[in-house]
């Protein structure tokens, strides 16, 4: 039995072990509620302040994000202006230059059309003057004849069998000729044309040519193939010019004659296909041809850059085109260098395009981050707030456990049971005796 002193009057009265036991648990409930509601209300002001804290830092960093976004727009935008007016600037310099070098070429290319053709002219002109001296010659010859006709006649036995002789020897020597040419075939006409050309190549190449590729073209993987290509080029490797050749002749006794136009097409086809600037037709086809035995026949109108000759210009035309690509050759490095700065315009607006798309790249990533953790920031509210609801309905029920301790008396304790209520009488009683 355990005594138990009233704090209001002072009576001691006793009580089993289990009706104390039951006061003892009613005492520390109390106690445990008061405690758990001044943690609860702690825990509720600790989280109230968390949570404004991280709103804060939230707002603090759009804030910052968002000033940092506008004044990367601002610098790209000022960039963009400038890269606009620069480019604005070098291209119309740059179109000023080359619209000065195409003029200054066209010049050069009609200065040397005009030493063409008065070389051309003059060549006329010393064979009308070759053919009037032979005339003249012909005729003081013809009159000198006239005056020593009487000697003539005393030598005309003497020298009618020495021409005759003569005569017979030409003869043989003629139809040795012919029958030697009927015995070689097309292709050899055409290798000893070929041959001729690279001979006169071969004397002049170490003095005229020391850094010129003069050789056969021995690739028809293309289907078809030229007869020679001439290339040269500067001491840095830039090609100075090219050629294409084509030899062409033919035997006396072909049945079927060539012409020079038969063969431009192809000539002009393999000259593209190997890369060459020039096409030139080295023949001995139409013989009789006023025009071709005239000198340097220009085929432009039909093909670009490409003309007819005979075998006896074939040094004079390789060294006219040499020199005419040897005055052009500043302004091609010109042209080289102009070209290589629009390269360097082209990369800089590439990196430039790699820069924006890049910051974009990096821009989205950071925005979806942000957001991301916006939505991780909403669910932490939504979850604290769950919390604080299941706290104030936890509240609620201690309060009402609360409530229903303050109305807990003996006389509710022992009310139904009669063992407690005779106990609890038997102690009234001896109170009060």
């Given at each position: 039995m355990?005594e138990i002193r009233c704090?209001?009057c002072?009576?001691?009265f ?9 006061i003892?648990?009613?005492v520390?409930d109390k ?5 758990l509601h001044?943690r609860?209300v ?8 968390a949570?404004t804290?991280?709103l ?9 994000l968002?000033?940092?976004?506008s004044r990367?727009?601002?610098?790209i ?10 480019l ?5 310099e ?12 066209q010049?050069?290319?009609t200065?040397?059309?005009a030493?063409?053709q008065a070389?051309?002219?003059?060549k006329?002109?010393?064979v009308?003057e070759?053919?009037?001296?032979i005339?003249?010659?012909?005729e003081?010859?013809?009159n ?6 009487t ?8 020298l009618k069998?020495?021409?005759t002789?003569?005569?017979?020897s030409?003869?043989e020597?003629i139809?040795y ?8 075939s097309?292709?050899?006409?055409g ?8 001979i006169q190549?071969n004397?002049l ?9 003069f050789e ?5 993987k293309?289907g ?19 050629i294409?050749?084509e030899?062409?002749?033919e ?5 079927t004659k060539?012409?020079?136009?038969d063969?431009l097409k192809?000539?002009d ?9 020039y096409a ?12 071709y035995?005239?000198?340097?026949i220009?085929m432009?109108h039909?093909?670009?850059k490409m003309?007819i ?7 004079p035309m390789?060294?006219v085109l040499?020199n ?11 042209l ?7 390269i360097?315009i ?13 910051f974009a790249?990096n821009y989205?990533?950071?925005s979806?981050?942000?957001?991301k953790?916006?939505d991780?920031?909403?669910k932490a509210?939504s979850s604290?707030?769950?919390t604080k609801?299941?706290?104030?309905s936890s509240?609620?029920n201690l ?5 229903k ?6 006389k509710?304790?022992?009310r139904?049971n009669?063992?407690?209520?005779e ?11």
């Open positions: 355990n704090p209001k002072n009576e001691i006793k009580v089993d072990e289990s009706g104390f036991a039951d003892v648990k009613q520390r106690e445990f509620e008061k405690a001044e609860e702690l825990s509720e002001t600790e989280k109230k302040l949570v804290e991280a804060v830092l939230v707002e603090k960093e759009r804030d910052s968002k000033a940092e976004l990367k727009d601002d610098e935008k000022l960039i963009e202006a400038n890269i606009k007016s620069n604005r600037g070098n291209i119309a740059k179109d000023t230059q080359i619209a000065e070098l195409k003029a200054k070429l010049a050069h290319d200065e040397l059309q030493k063409l070389q051309d002219a003059e006329r002109l010393a009308s070759a053919v009037n001296k005339e003249k010659e012909r003081a010859l013809a000198e004849l006239k005056s020593k006709e000697e003539k006649q005393l030598l005309e036995v003497s069998d020495k021409y002789a003569e005569l017979k030409k003869d020597m139809a000729y012919r029958d030697m040419k009927a015995k070689l097309t292709k050899m006409v290798e000893t044309l070929e041959q001729h050309c690279e190549f004397q190449r170490a003095t005229a040519f020391p850094k010129a590729y056969k073209d021995n690739d028809a293309t078809s193939k030229g007869d020679y290509i001439y290339r040269e080029t500067d001491e840095s490797g830039n090609e100075i010019i090219s294409m050749f030899m062409k002749n035997g006396d006794e072909t049945a060539k012409r020079n136009e063969f192809e000539l086809k393999d000259r593209n296909e190997k890369g060459c600037e030139i037709l080295v023949s001995l086809l139409e013989a009789d041809s006023e025009l035995n005239s000198g340097i220009d432009s039909r093909y670009q003309y000759i005979r075998p006896q210009f074939f040094i390789i060294t040499r005419a690509a040897m005055n052009s050759l500043s302004y091609i490095a010109e080289a260098l102009i070209r290589n700065q629009n360097d082209t990369n800089f607006e590439e990196n430039l395009e790699t820069f924006k798309s890049g790249r989205d990533l950071a979806r981050k942000f957001k953790a916006i991780e920031i909403d509210i604290l707030q769950k609801d299941e706290l104030m509240d609620n309060r009402l456990a609360n409530n301790a303050e109305e807990i008396t003996i509710r304790l022992t139904g009669s063992t407690m209520s106990k609890f009488a038997k102690l009234k009683e001896g109170t009060e005796e």
